[in-house]
């Protein structure tokens, strides 16, 4: 039973906004949103993650619906070493073993 | 300086054969995991071991033994490899179970 729903691509314009949506509709109170990205033939790398607040970073700003059932993680200027596979996954701190687990995530592809 | 780095990046062998991959964290984290990506590139947590302790050992095949020399340490080994077993492995850890994961750059096997 998937946890979280995301398309399986997307684009965007070198120089512009990527949003990348997730849906989480069954999420719990104690479950936190957290995305990662995987860069072809590299390891995983950790984006930013959020409880119900909107969080900011260096990367990234993610943006949580005040129903916590959906997010957008937002790249605010896209570049062509953004193009990745885009993971989001929610867990708690003391998450399950499924939890653990990535789906299949959205490919982000930047064009110039 | 590598936070998580893997040994060996590639590997290629016979069925039947027993092979092993080390990894090494330099990060003081509690929490290490092993996570397999096959050719789908779903990551499914395999094992997590948190100082030293294995916390999480999810469905994988008695074949497949972890070990834990120390926090910073955890070794993958696999015996009569299959060819099923072909797929890129992935060590990360993180500062305690359920915080963000930092990911190494992966071991990909392949069994001939």
């Known amino acids: 039973d998937a946890k979280t729903t995301q398309p399986p691509s997307m684009d965007c314009a070198e120089g512009r906004a990527a949003n990348l949506p997730c849906n989480h509709s069954?999420?719990?109170?104690?479950?936190?949103v957290y995305w990662y990205r995987q860069i072809h033939s590299q390891g995983p790398q950790y984006i930013i993650h959020?409880?119900?607040n909107n969080e900011t970073n260096e990367m990234a700003s993610l943006i949580i619906t005040e129903d916590r059932k959906s997010s957008t993680l937002i790249l605010p200027h896209a570049t062509l070493r953004d193009t990745a596979v885009y993971y989001c996954?929610?867990?708690?701190?003391?998450?399950?073993?499924?939890?653990?687990?990535f789906g299949s995530g959205t490919q982000l592809t930047v064009l110039p | 300086d590598t936070a998580v780095s893997q040994t060996p990046k590639y590997l290629v062998t016979q069925m039947g054969n027993d092979k092993s991959i080390k990894c090494e964290q330099n990060?003081?984290?509690?929490?290490m995991y092993w996570y397999k990506q096959d050719s789908k590139k779903f990551l499914k947590i395999m094992f997590s071991y948190n100082n030293k302790e294995l916390i999480i050992n999810e469905t994988v095949p008695n074949r497949f033994s972890p070990k834990s020399p120390d926090k910073a340490h955890l070794n993958l080994h696999i015996n009569s490899l299959e060819l099923g077993d072909s797929a890129v492995y992935f060590c990360?850890?993180?500062?305690?179970?359920?915080?963000?994961?930092?990911f190494g750059e992966g071991s990909r096997l392949t069994v001939l």
């Open positions: 990060l003081g984290h509690d929490t």
């Open positions: 959020g409880l119900k």
């Open positions: 996954i929610v867990r708690s701190r003391s998450g399950s073993a499924r939890q653990l687990t």
């Open positions: 990360a850890s993180s500062q305690e179970a359920g915080g963000e994961l930092f």
């Open positions: 069954t999420i719990s109170g104690n479950e936190y």
